[in-house]
């Protein structure tokens, strides 16, 4: 079975073609220097076990995610300001690196879909989370 691990640390490999900056599972609490973008690739769901076909050929299937975070821009009028333009930018070119295929490992991520375009997250960024479908290959 693969490990959930790997299947992470690809997913930071297929991420860090987008953000210099890529952290596994949850965003970091603090950092030395303040961060301007950064990217969290997480399996927040469980596996899906599936079989198929009378030889019970098998395979999992899982959702994971990617979360882009951008500094606001702070001004005196707005201290809360999205920052689109890196937003637009770090999120078209992690979709250009769909669907993410790893035949050493054996599964492969596809059907990105953005499921919150630009949110705030009250701690001087706002994100935008996609999700998509993890199946391991038969």
Known sequence: MIAPEDIRTAMGKQAKKACEKVFPQDRPNATTDKLKEFIVVSLPYSFVNRTLGEDDDWWLDAT????????????????????????KRLREALLATFPLVDHNLGFKIVRPRIVIISSSDGKGYHYTRIQAKMTTMV
Do not use: G, H, S
């Open 64 to 87: 994971v995610v990617y979360e882009i975070y951008v500094a606001d821009k702070k001004t005196a009028d707005n201290p809360t300001l999205v920052d689109d333009k890196t937003m």
